[in-house]
């Protein structure tokens, strides 16, 4: 699969260590080194599960490692948010059993067929009549058209900008009239039809949802057509240093109340990523050269912490020092360059660590299993890093999820 790519392991990658700092006494890992935690990953799929009053789709797109999607199963995840065929071919080879939906709202027609014929995907989104057009053509042969309908179709519903940490609103979506008449054009070719909604990645307002809802709810009343499914999609958010989000519960009942504005029995999907995958992965990266209080290590924004880049996402930070006991009890706050010669490979955190940092200290920062190694590239040769997983906890909870 075309995602194995980020990733590569020894022989002994399989192994589970105890404590990352196990590992890294017994191989003082050179490249970056990414620290896979499935008791945790398991754990927090459970407790999103048993919130949840609907259906749970976790976004492939957030981490694809393999490892990572059998961790979600073991915790009692079977549906599956793909973004493309690559992610629909990866998650029926890793888990064949698995529910699989193409929630991109705009695909290529051989994606659409492939998806379809090849792998049994049956659910699409879209958001623009020409979109749906495609999905139809693609999927229903011209001499089944009197065939009772197999297709799921999700309307993705545009939102006004809110209170996210990274906004999705300009991108996909249809406004709320095109949103009626698309229902209405798709409501013959669905044998379950609904409408998708995304507030943004990490958002921090669990009223979002509530809004999203409502919105929903008028465009079902005013296209007068039935609709069975509404996707409150992602952006449920996990604790950063000094972000901590509302508990899990407060999104929940935000939800839930919501749903008020829906007709009676209509299903509640969701596709947390962030959620569930975040505290399950850390990074172990290694200082090259400290100047001032900024420090040189090998990895960066083209690696695993394209986050750290541009959104300035701050991650939980410690030092890994071999041979000696002790130390300053000083901290400061650095920032970081990687490996890369782009200056713009800077990651400004800041990221709190101790003042006596020097060459050959080993940081974790956690909060990394999502949106870190599914984001590296291979720039000026550094794509390299071993995965390992891990048995310690992970490094920052979130308020409402069960993580260990």
């Not at 101790?354 to 050959?360: F, K, L, T, V």
Request: proline residues 8%; glycine residues 10%.
């Amino acid at each position: 699969m075309a995602q194995a790519r980020f990733y590569s392991s020894r022989p002994s990658g399989r192994a589970t260590f105890p404590s990352v700092d196990t590992v890294v006494a017994c191989t003082r890992p050179a490249e970056p080194l990414l620290c896979l935690r499935p008791a945790a990953i398991a754990a927090s799929a459970r407790g999103f599960l048993a919130s949840f009053p609907g259906d749970v789709l976790y976004a492939v797109k957030c981490n694809p490692e393999p490892r990572v999607l059998r961790s979600l199963w073991a915790g009692g995840v079977r549906h599956f948010d793909c973004a493309s065929l690559a992610e629909v071919a990866l998650v029926r080879e890793v888990l064949p059993a698995a529910e699989l939906h193409f929630m991109h709202p705009v695909k290529s027609r051989p994606a659409i067929r492939d998806a379809f014929d090849v792998y049994g995907v049956t659910d699409f989104a879209f958001d623009s009549a020409d979109e749906l057009a495609k999905i139809v053509q693609e999927t229903i042969p011209v001499g089944l058209v009197g065939d009772p309908p197999v297709l799921g179709l999700f309307v993705r519903l545009a939102l006004p900008k809110g209170e996210a940490v990274y906004d999705l609103s300009g991108k996909f979506g249809a406004p709320l009239d095109e949103v009626i008449e698309l229902l209405r054009a798709a409501r013959p070719h669905a044998a379950r039809l609904g409408i998708a909604f995304h507030v943004g990645s990490q958002c921090l307002e669990p009223q979002a949802y509530a809004r999203a809802m409502a919105l929903a709810g008028e465009a079902i009343a005013k296209s007068g057509v039935a609709v069975d499914v509404v996707d409150v999609g992602g952006g449920f958010p996990v604790s950063y240093p000094e972000m901590v989000p509302p508990p899990l519960g407060d999104y929940i009942a935000a939800i839930e109340a919501g749903s008020a504005a829906l007709p009676e029995n209509t299903r509640l999907w969701a596709e947390p990523g962030r959620a569930l995958v975040a505290g399950g992965g850390s990074v172990v990266l290694q200082v090259q050269l400290r100047r001032a209080d900024t420090l040189f290590v090998n990895d960066g924004i083209y690696g695993n912490l394209s986050d750290a880049g541009a959104l300035g996402f701050r991650f939980p930070a410690r030092r890994i020092r071999l041979g000696e006991v002790g130390g300053t009890e000083e901290f400061t706050d650095f920032a970081l360059f990687g490996p890369t010669c782009d200056s713009a490979d800077r990651m400004r955190g800041p990221f709190c660590l101790p003042a006596d940092m020097r060459e050959g200290d080993w940081i974790e920062l956690g909060q990394l299993g999502a949106y870190g190694a599914c984001l590296r590239t291979g720039f000026n040769g550094f794509g390299r890093a071993e995965v390992i997983e891990v048995a310690d906890p992970p490094m920052l909870t979130t308020p409402g999820y069960a993580e260990g």
